[in-house]
């Protein structure tokens, strides 16, 4: 059986990937600093898998308290890395936390894996990478953009990072996934997206808002050049997103990568609008949002959508979960947590 360090694994997208990885028999290891998740989250990932997993509360830039973890898991063949900080806004008020927090963590991750021989790494990367693209939908031969906010930059350099270690450690095995907009939760509800304060991301705006924990959605930006005018996004299952994973680390534990590092689009292929959004959640869980248009959110590209043929030939990954599926799951989600 695999053992597998997954950082972040109490986190939105983490938590998902422990239970898909424990209802396929790997064995897991948690570490989480709990600065945007629960240590609950465990007991929920406890009551669905079955399997409560070793977790340890560190943070991945105190270095002496990742050594000391390393050594109380012996055996360790792979890791996914998650945990990174993940606003944008907070991003650009606060860089250096950002650029500590991110890529710190993940030289004090490589350096371990290095002196102990592990190899196979799992990367959260993001369709942020590519910025406004010039061509839709966007390939991962898709030029890189100039970052919008420290926080875009970090998953940039973070990949150049594991691309210039691949490249002078040749054992060295990495699968980058680069995630459009991740929403949703697991079909139990008892896992899911857990905001902090005032959400940023458009689904948990919405929920909230349906739960009367806001009084009103804005719909950011009404004058692009799309379908009915607001800005269109490639949504994806998080349940989807963390088969992905599932995927990734068998083509690492499998010797099937062409190349030392990889990197693949991780989406739908399929284009939504704001508006589409808000309306199919309205219908699938039958009420009516409070929405207002608003003037555009700034830093806001105004599409991307994957091209998915990559990972769906090359990694033999598809999505399988329609936006219907992705908002009644959230609203239940919701509607659990608030009650
Ligand atoms: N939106 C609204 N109202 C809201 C929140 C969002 O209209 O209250 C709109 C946004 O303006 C955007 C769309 O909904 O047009 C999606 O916004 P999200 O914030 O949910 O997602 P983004 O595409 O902005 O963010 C994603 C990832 C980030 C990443 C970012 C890079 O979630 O991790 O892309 O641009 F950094």
Known sequence: MAKVLVT??????GSHTV??????????????????SQASVLDRVEQISGQRPPFYQLNLCDESAVEQMFDKEPGIDSIIHFAASKAVGESVAKPLLYYKNNLLSLIHLLEQMNQRGITDFVFSSSCTVYGQPDKLPVTEQSPMKPAESPYGNTKQ??????????????SLQVIALRYFNPVGA?????????????????????????????????????????????AVRDYIHVVDLAEAHEIA??????????????????????????????????????LSLNYELADRRPGDVEQVYADTHYANTE?????????????????????????
């Open 8 to 13: 972040g694994g109490l986190g939105y997208i």
């Open 157 to 170: 350099v973070g990949e150049q990072i594991l691309q210039d270690a691949c490249r002078a450690y040749p």
């Open 249 to 286: 680390l068998r083509r690492l534990m499998n010797d099937k990568q062409k190349e030392n590092f990889e990197f693949f689009n991780i989406g739908t292929g399929e284009g939504h609008s704001v508006l589409e959004v808000v309306k199919t959640f309205e219908k699938v869980n039958d």
């Open 315 to 339: 990694l033999g990954w598809k999505a399988t979960r329609n936006l219907e599926e992705m908002l009644t799951s959230a609203w239940k989600w919701q509607k659990r947590i608030s009650q």
């Open 19 to 36: 239970v898909t990885l424990l209802q396929q028999n790997f064995e897991v290891v948690i570490v989480d600093d709990l600065s945007n």
């Open 186 to 230: 697991h079909e139990s509800a008892l896992i899911g997206e857990l905001p902090t304060g005032v959400p940023n991301n458009l689904v948990p705006f919405i929920t909230q808002t349906a739960a009367g924990l806001r009084p009103q959605l804005k719909v950011f930006g009404q004058d692009y050049d799309t379908p009915d005018g607001t």
